[in-house]
Structure formats: structure tokens, C-alpha cells
């Protein structure tokens, strides 16, 4: 498909009656709110009289820091940095992941709670976008310290929370066990048990079939519609994939399962190759025994970074934002690059693969598939009635398909590349919702 970069020739959007933005909220602000800044501009123009409320993509809602104290096993006290943004409440409640990592900013969250927004409207699951975090190496805690500092994150967090105004789940480093902690703190917090504040629980609390490989199975339907597009067989396509965790490590095994080689994996240990196709279960099983793929015997090891210019016909980012950069998107040799992990590719990258004609596929739609069986667990926990397996991927695939055909009809009537079309898609749904709302309590 010809992609155009957003042309001068689009309709200039009304100007916003505003006063200038603060520092932290600009376009000049690096790092992942920075590029979804530049996102909203290019969609803006095709908005039509709905551009007249882009503002109100430009700012969160509600943005909450939160000091969390624990006593550590050596009983010293440390504190740790938390956050909860509720960057638009629209279309419904806020909903989006909680992250663990070191490198946590309330920038970040912002983009991540942004990106939430466009996501859930753009698979028409009824939220806004949320997301939470803490400025932590998980992997320095142990088990107690991490479920003291996730319960007293809740704790903090609980006065924006709940389950019909913001409802949190897993995302890095965080999984069934810290939805678990949280769905108890905030239940005894309020004193009734409340399954529907959190989802990505385990099955035996109000969890749901199919959630925890909902992610990957989302990003493997997506590759398949988009692959169809552009003539490419799953069957014998090579597959290189960065993040072997949640996203990345599903994603990969339905590849396979699939008849496609996983040829180049790599995560924060190491990167590893095999041309014939690794053998992504042993691999799985060796990530789960050794924390890494560094080290799997099945393939040769492949230099951290390297990933990026090896030969496949797709390419997975699924680990962290700011990924593909203008740095490194030229050395891409795939023919689609599907986003399992949310803002992997910088507005430059964008345009530098969408020159060599290299299909993205977005993450805001391409990861959409934990949000939308997120949806699922919510709707059960709230019915108490619990669905088969079987019925709950043949609804995702669905919803994953039709979204999909509705962007790429929109990318192909207004000649844009499927970022952009995803965001009219979603922006246009999320700024009608805001107009039928209006402005005054
Ligand atoms: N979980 C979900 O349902 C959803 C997740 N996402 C997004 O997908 C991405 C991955 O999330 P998820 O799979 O849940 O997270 P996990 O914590 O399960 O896995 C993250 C993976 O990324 C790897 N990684 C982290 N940093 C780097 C790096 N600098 N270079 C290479 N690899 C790295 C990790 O390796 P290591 O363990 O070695 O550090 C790990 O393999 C994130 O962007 C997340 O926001 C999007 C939609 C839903
Ligand atoms: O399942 C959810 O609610 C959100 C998952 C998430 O954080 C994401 O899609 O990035």
C-alpha cells in the first residue's frame, strides 16, 4: 500500500482558544508523551469539526503521584515513586495496565495512559485510557517486598480507582499474582469483595479464560489480516521478535504453531539466532528456568541490537517505547513490522520504514488484544457468569478482525499510514463521545 506522510495539503485544524501548554505537557518534551504528541498533530487535519476538542487529547484528565513507603526484609524503610494517570474518560471508565520498571516516569504514564485511550476506541471496548506505574527494579525485591509495595500502590492509588471509574491490569513485570494483591487490598479496603476493579486476575478469583495469552494472540490475528494485505504466508514467514515475555513469548509460539520460523529473539539478556526456525517452546521453557533467552542452546547468539537488521519478513517489537528510531529503522529489512509493544517506534522511525514501504502496524491497534479480553473478564465479574475458552478467542479474533478491516479501509480512502488511521479512527469516536457530552456538570 502507498503511504503518504501527512500531506500540507490537508485541511488546516480550527485553533484551539488555549493558553500555551506547560513544559511538561509540550511537543518539546523527548521520550514517548513527546510522540504521541506528534501522533495527535498528524490526525488532527483529518478530524474535520470534531478537531475543534483535539485539546482535550493533549492533556491527561487526572494524573495522581503517590509516595509508597515499605519496610524492607532488613528492616529499613524505602520509598518508591507511584503513579496512576487517567488521561480520558469519555467513552467510559479509565483502563490500562500498571507497570513495575526502574525507568517508570510520569511522562511515560501519560503517553502509556494516551495511547490507552486511542487503543480501547479504536477496538470500541467501552473506556477511556488509564495507566499506572512504579520507579522500580522488581527484580531487586523480594516476594514480601513486592506484595507490601503493591498493596500500599493500591492503597494510594484507591482514591481514583474502582471498578466503574478505573480499572488497572498487568503489563511489564507485573502479572496474575500482583492483580491478585490488588484486587484484595482494594476489597478490603472498602469492604465489600470487588473482582471488576482489577483485570488479568487468576482464573480462581474472577479471572479470565484466555486473558493472560490475549496479548499475543491479538498481535499474531492482526499479522495475519495485515500479511493477507500484502501477500505474505504465514506458513515459512521468518519472524524476529525483542521482548520473550507476556507479549512477545505468546506471540511468538502461536508463530510457530502456526508453521512460521522464529528465526532472532531478544530480550535484556541477549539476543539469539537460528535461520532454520528455534524451537520457541524449548525456548520458553529455558526463559522461565533461566530469566532470559542468553544462553539457549538451540540457536547462536545474536549481539544486542543486532535484531533489527536481521533478515525476516516481520518483524515483533514487544518489549519497551523508543525502540526504532531513525538510528536504526533503516537496517529494517522485514516486510511488516507489528507492534506488540506500546510506542516501540519514534515518528521519525515511522517515516523512514513507511519511505522503505514497510507495512507498521500499530501498536494501538495491534496490542489490542489484553485489552480487549480485559473487557471480557470485567463483563463476567460483573454477570458472575463465566464463559468457555473457545468462546472467548473467537470473540477477540473478531473484534481484532473487524477493527483491523476498518482501519485499513480508512488508511486506504485517505492514503495514510495505519497509525494515523487508527487514530481517526479512534480520536474521531473519543471527540464525539466528548461533544455528546459537553463541557459543563
Ligand atoms: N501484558 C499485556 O497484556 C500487554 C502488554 N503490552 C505491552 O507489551 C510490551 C511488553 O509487555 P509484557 O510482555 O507484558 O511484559 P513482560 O514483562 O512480560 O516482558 C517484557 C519483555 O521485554 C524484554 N525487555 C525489556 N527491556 C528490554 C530491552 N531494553 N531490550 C530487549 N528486551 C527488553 C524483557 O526482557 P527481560 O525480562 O530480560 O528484561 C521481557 O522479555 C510493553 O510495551 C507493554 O506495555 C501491550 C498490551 C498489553
Ligand atoms: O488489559 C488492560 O486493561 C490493559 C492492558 C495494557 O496495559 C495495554 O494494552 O497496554
Not at 547468539?301 to 537488521?309: D, F, I, K, T, Y
Not at 517515516?351 to 507498521?360: A, E, F, R, S, Y
Request: hydrophobic share 40%; aromatic share 6%; proline share 5%.
Amino acid at each position: 500500500m502507498a503511504i503518504k506522510k501527512p500531506a500540507a495539503k490537508t485541511p488546516a485544524a480550527p485553533k484551539a482558544q488555549t493558553h500555551a501548554l506547560p513544559s511538561y505537557l509540550d511537543h518539546q518534551h523527548l521520550g514517548p508523551w513527546g510522540v504521541y504528541l506528534q501522533q495527535v498533530d498528524r490526525v488532527t487535519p483529518y478530524l474535520g469539526h470534531l478537531a475543534r476538542w483535539v485539546e482535550t487529547l493533549k492533556r491527561p484528565k487526572r494524573a495522581l503521584i503517590v509516595d509508597v513507603p515499605i519496610e524492607m526484609d532488613n528492616g529499613t524503610i524505602a520509598h518508591f515513586e507511584g503513579y496512576r494517570v487517567q488521561h480520558n474518560v469519555s467513552r467510559g471508565p479509565g483502563k490500562g495496565g500498571v507497570r513495575f520498571h526502574q525507568d517508570v516516569t510520569l511522562s511515560e504514564v501519560m503517553a502509556l495512559a494516551a495511547w490507552m485511550s486511542v487503543k480501547n476506541a479504536a477496538v470500541n471496548v467501552p473506556y477511556g485510557g488509564a495507566k499506572g506505574g512504579i520507579r522500580v527494579d522488581p527484580r531487586n525485591l523480594s516476594q514480601g517486598e513486592l506484595e507490601r509495595m503493591t498493596r500500599r500502590y493500591t492503597s494510594e492509588i484507591g482514591i481514583i480507582i474502582g471498578p466503574n471509574k478505573d480499572i488497572p491490569a498487568p503489563d511489564v513485570n507485573t502479572n496474575e499474582k500482583v492483580m491478585a494483591w490488588m484486587m484484595d487490598t482494594y476489597s478490603m479496603n472498602t469492604g465489600a469483595t470487588a473482582t471488576g476493579v482489577v483485570t488479568g486476575k487468576p482464573i480462581d478469583m474472577g479471572g479470565s479464560l484466555g486473558r493472560r495469552e490475549a496479548t499475543g494472540r491479538g498481535v499474531f490475528t492482526v499479522a495475519v489480516e495485515a500479511a493477507g494485505q500484502i501477500g505474505l504466508g504465514i506458513e515459512g514467514a521468518r519472524v524476529a521478535v525483542q521482548g520473550f515475555g507476556n507479549v512477545g513469548g505468546i506471540a511468538g509460539k502461536l508463530f510457530a504453531e502456526a508453521g512460521s520460523l522464529v528465526v532472532a529473539v531478544e530480550d535484556h539478556t541477549g539476543g539469539i539466532c537460528n535461520d532454520k526456525g528455534l524451537n520457541v517452546p524449548k525456548l520458553l521453557e529455558h526463559v522461565a528456568k533461566t530469566g532470559g533467552v542468553a544462553g539457549f542452546k538451540g540457536g547462536e547468539a545474536l549481539p544486542l541490537g543486532e535484531l533489527w537488521g536481521y533478515k525476516c519478513d516481520i518483524l515483533i517489537p514487544a518489549a519497551l517505547e523508543g525502540q526504532l528510531t531513525k538510528a536504526n529503522a533503516g537496517k529494517v529489512k522485514a516486510k511488516m513490522v507489528i507492534e506488540g509493544a506500546n510506542g516501540p517506534t519514534t515518528p521519525e522511525a515511522d517515516d523512514i520504514l513507511g519511505d522503505k514501504g514497510i507495512l507498521v502496524v500499530p501498536d494501538v491497534i495491534a496490542n489490542a488484544g489484553g485489552v480487549t479480553v480485559s473487557y471480557f473478564e470485567w463483563v463476567q465479574d460483573f454477570s458472575s457468569f463465566f464463559w468457555s475458552e473457545d468462546e472467548i478467542n473467537q470473540r477477540l479474533v473478531k473484534i481484532m478482525k473487524d477493527a483491523f478491516a476498518t482501519v485499513w479501509q480508512t488508511a486506504q480512502q485517505h492514503k495514510v499510514s495505519l497509525r494515523t488511521a487508527t487514530f481517526i479512527v479512534a480520536c474521531t469516536r473519543i471527540l464525539h463521545a466528548r461533544e455528546l457530552r459537553g463541557l459543563y456538570p
